[in-house]
């Protein structure tokens, strides 16, 4: 009976060892699930990256629609900021110092379909600077009739042509420019994608760049809040 007993007792603490350490197991792997969900890639932050341009560009196009029916509704200082960081967070950080600087060389050297894309998105990159140029001067002063159906135009231009424009990036060469370069480097450069983000604007610029559309959506009446 004695001998009995003590097989039991052994075998619950084998049955109560074993759920600990599988709880364990179960814990460890849901921190390391939850490390590796808050690690952002380089190639997911350049697509958040897009995320937030894509959204200047449903601003663009909504205000060039209401810019002809009622060139009044549409506020030019609220224009005015999202020009403003489609210029700094789009053009002079993400354009410039990412793709131009570090994505658009790798990809050109490692050849094929996504090597061919070079050129259209550089000059695309080229004409939406001159698209924006145009808008923050015509939003720096009220929007009158005149100048309402130009800013339309270019409004509605530069959002078409980012439209296709992101895609591209998106689905051929970041995909390229991933498949070139080993995990390691991909890894280190979005490290020095980061250092470079923080030389630029002192911070991490994304969550402040998601405030600022935030904000100008609300200032056009587009925040479904």
């Given at each position: ?22 709880l ?81 060389p ?11 894309e070079?050129?259209t ?47 591209r ?52 009446g587009?925040?479904?809040a």
């Amino acid at each position: 009976m004695a001998t009995m007993l003590d097989g039991g007792s052994t075998r619950r603490r084998f049955v109560l060892a074993t759920g600990s350490a599988v709880l364990l197991a179960a814990c460890r792997d849901k921190d390391k699930d939850k490390d590796s969900d808050e690690d952002v890639g380089a190639v997911e932050d350049l697509m958040r990256e897009h995320g937030v341009i894509r959204r200047v560009l449903v601003v663009y196009r909504e205000s060039a629609a209401r810019l002809r029916t009622d060139a009044a509704s549409v506020p030019p200082d609220a224009l005015q900021k999202a020009a403003r960081l489609f210029r700094s967070f789009g053009e002079d950080y993400h354009e410039r110092l990412l793709e131009e600087a570090h994505i658009f060389p790798a990809v050109k050297s490692a050849g094929g379909a996504a090597a061919a894309e070079i050129a259209t998105l550089l000059a695309q990159h080229q004409r939406g600077r001159e698209l924006t140029d145009f808008m923050l001067s015509v939003t720096a002063r009220p929007i009158g009739a005149a100048s309402a159906e130009p800013l339309a135009r270019a409004l509605e231009g530069l959002a078409r042509m980012y439209e296709e424009h992101a895609a591209r990036e998106d689905t051929i060469v970041f995909p390229a420019w991933k498949k070139a370069l080993s995990k390691k480097a991909i890894k280190e450069l979005g490290e020095q994608f980061e250092d470079i983000e923080k030389k630029t604007f002192g911070k991490d610029r994304f969550d402040d760049a998601v405030e600022q559309v935030t904000a100008v959506e609300r200032a056009i009446g587009l925040d479904p809040a």
